[in-house]
C-alpha cells in the first residue's frame, strides 16, 4: 500500500498537528499501562514531557516527509507540447532526434531523417532563430543541441 502525500499546505499541516496529538495520547496510555496506575507527581511529569518530546519529533518528521514533490518533468512536458503544437511536422520529426540523440551532428541528423542536406539546414537555422535548438561549428558541420530550457533533467 502505498501511502499519499497531503497534496496542500494545509493539508499537511493538519496531519502533523493530528499525529503530534495521537502519539502523544497514545504514549500516555502506554506508558501508565506498562507502569501502573501509582502515579508520581515526578513521574507524571516524566511521562509528559517524553511523551510530548517523541511526538513534536514524529509530528516534525512526517511534516518534513509530506513536503510535495516538485515536478519539473510535467513543467517541460507541458513546453514542449505547446512547442509541438506551434511547429511544423518537420520540425517536430527533428527535434525528436536531437532530444534523444543530444550532440548529434547535421549529417547525422539528415540520415536518421531521411531529409536532405538543404532542407535539414534551414530547418535548423530555423529552429536556432527561434531559440529551440543551439548549433555548435565542429570542422565542416555542426553539432546540434536541444535549448536549456527544453533539457530533460
Known sequence: MKLKRPATENERLLASVLLIFIVYFGLNSIISILYGLEESAMFVQYKMSLSFVVSLIIGLLF???????????????????????????????????????EGITQDSLRFRSGFSKSKV?????????????????????????????????
Open 63 to 101: 511534516f518534513i516527509w509530506a513536503k510535495p514533490e516538485i515536478k519539473k518533468e510535467i513543467k517541460r512536458d507541458e513546453s514542449l507540447s505547446i512547442l509541438e503544437r506551434a511547429l511544423n511536422d518537420d520540425e517536430i520529426r527533428l527535434l525528436e532526434i536531437i532530444r534523444d540523440s
Open 121 to 153: 539546414s534551414a530547418i535548423i537555422i530555423n529552429l536556432e532563430k527561434k531559440g529551440i535548438v543551439s548549433r555548435e561549428r565542429i570542422g565542416k558541420t555542426y553539432k546540434v543541441y536541444i535549448g536549456d530550457w527544453l533539457k530533460k533533467e
